[in-house]
Nanobody, 126 residues
Framework: QVHVVESAGGSVQAGGSLRLSCAAS??????????LGWFRQAPGKEREGVAT???????YYADSVKGRFTISQDVAKNTVYLQMDTLKPEDTAMYYC??????????????????WGQGTQVTVSS
């Protein structure tokens, strides 16, 4: 059974930084096509992909976070991190970690995640 657990989020002023971590226990994260990732959902908006990575190091970032967010991982620990810098009020959302996706090479991103964490709130004030 796979369990996905995110670290606590937090509140920060615009321009600040936060780092999220997520551990996916029970997940086989060994093949290059396997993925971990971060998604977010703001009130009244649809969930969107923020950043995803495969175990081989391939990454995807949403345009809205490119250059500000960095996804990294510890494959041996089935753990993924999201370093968020230069945060903006529009980054305020519930952030979810996901596992079980697979990498689509021609698209340059991971799709079809099966396992989700409970979510952690990130609030950025202006």
């Amino acid at each position: 059974q796979v369990h996905v657990v995110e670290s606590a989020g937090g509140s920060v002023q615009a321009g600040g930084s936060l780092r999220l971590s997520c551990a996916a226990s029970g997940y086989t994260y060994t093949y290059r096509s396997h993925c971990l990732g971060w998604f977010r959902q703001a009130p009244g908006k649809e969930r969107e992909g923020v950043a995803t990575t495969n175990s081989g190091g391939g990454t995807y970032y949403a345009d809205s976070v490119k250059g500000r967010f960095t996804i990294s991982q510890d494959v041996a620990k089935n753990t993924v991190y999201l370093q968020m810098d230069t945060l903006k009020p529009e980054d305020t959302a519930m952030y979810y970690c996901a596992a079980g996706g697979y990498w689509v090479g021609y698209a340059g991103r991971c799709v079809n995640f099966d396992y989700w964490g409970q979510g952690t709130q990130v609030t950025v004030s202006s």
